[in-house]
């Protein structure tokens, strides 16, 4: 069986984590804690790669299916019926190939830095050839340009160097073997597709190819990164993989009040230093209060306007106009709570609120029809 790691809350939604070919489950490290707050996380390692490598029956011919069938072994000697399936490269390969061989299992997929068919299968046969006479050591080089687009991550480079030469020359060989090009279309599971800008392996052609193939697929590019993208740009992979993954109750909350144009630009915007303060907002000012049966929606956002109106927050009262509106809020009530307002927190404050809500209720998606 494929050797693995369990991280996250046992009753959370599963989500499974799939390598790329020379990594191991380290790889996913840079996510995991954002992940593992809410999702069952398994970490798997492909045959003969890792801490504990598993190099039986190494020599043997594989394929991506046989690959995918270890995965299937493992989810179920977890106990899981349907999971989640992020993978990287290869691990994007037996996700894809899992989705169209069993739909049933797959409720969502990532495709990172991966392909419908990594190339001629000449490079993947030489490549193999060249690994089980000399090792993996004559990769290390060629491979760090590869993978990194800023400065390489040696734990990374010290596992392709520590796998067995002939475990990963079979999954050279299962990867000359592969093509998804023709049964794109059978992948039916929402799909999110990765792709590194500066990525040589797989670059964002590749990620075009199956995001239009694929019928419920949304692809995201990411600048400043090659191979492992989630590396070389944790935040912004993380990012996408949360907003890709089923919604927390704070996350669908804050979607339904604020629109998902607003926060697909703030999800856009979230780096490794702000990514915690969106996950607290998400999950106490939306997952906490917002979603409390006390006050309906309307009242929370008179509420919500009169505090800002107060501390004079006017970025965020914007923002909460537009949330005004999409709460069932008129502009005559808006009115009244900012006239309410002039008297409770002065009219300095009100007057500039007014200033705001007029040129957000101006905008040509608020207007009232003709």
Not at 321 to 331: E, F, S, Y
Request: glycine residues 10%; charged residues 20%.
């Amino acid at each position: 069986m494929l050797h693995h790691r369990l991280d996250g809350p046992a009753h959370g939604e599963p989500l499974v984590l799939g390598p790329s070919l020379g990594t191991s489950t380290r790889l996913w490290e840079p996510q995991l804690a954002a992940l593992a707050r809410t999702f069952r996380v398994i970490r798997y390692d492909l045959p003969g790669h890792g801490d504990r490598p598993d190099a039986a029956g190494a020599g043997h011919p594989v394929t991506v299916d046989d690959l995918a069938a270890q995965v299937l072994e493992l989810a179920d000697h977890l106990g899981l019926d349907g999971f989640h399936y992020a993978g990287v490269s290869i691990g994007g390969a037996i996700g894809a190939t899992l989705a169209v061989g069993h739909p049933g299992r797959i409720r969502s997929l990532a495709l990172i830095c991966s392909s419908a068919r990594f190339g001629e299968p000449s490079m993947w046969r030489e490549r193999a050839e060249l690994v089980r006479s000399e090792g993996t050591g004559p990769l290390l080089a060629g491979t760090a340009r590869r993978w990194f687009s800023g400065p390489p991550h040696q734990p990374l480079l010290d596992d392709l160097k520590s796998a067995d030469p002939a475990a990963y020359a079979a999954c050279c060989d299962a990867l000359a073997t592969y093509d998804l090009r023709g049964r794109l279309a059978e992948i039916t599971a929402p799909t999110l597709v990765v792709a590194g800008r500066d990525d040589p392996a797989t670059p964002p052609a590749h990620a075009r190819e199956l995001a239009d193939g694929i019928g419920d697929a949304t692809l995201v590019e990411i600048p400043g990164a090659a191979h492992l993208a989630g590396v070389d740009q944790p935040g912004r992979v993380t990012a996408a993989l949360l907003a890709h993954l089923p919604s927390t109750p704070g996350m669908r909350v804050r979607r339904e009040v604020l629109g998902d144009a607003h926060v697909d630009r703030a999800i856009a915007r979230t780096t490794g230093f702000t990514r915690d303060f969106q996950d607290l907002i998400t999950r106490y000012a939306w997952g906490e209060i917002w979603t409390r049966p006390g006050l309906d929606r309307r009242t929370r956002s008179c509420v919500t306007l009169t505090a800002l109106v107060a501390r004079g927050h006017l970025d965020e009262l914007a923002m909460h106009v537009r949330a005004a509106l999409r709460n069932g809020l008129t502009p005559d009530e808006i009115g009244e709570v900012l006239l309410q307002s002039a008297i409770y927190c002065g009219v300095p404050a009100a007057n500039a609120a007014f200033a705001v809500a007029q040129r957000v209720l101006s905008e040509p998606e608020n207007e009232p029809p003709v």
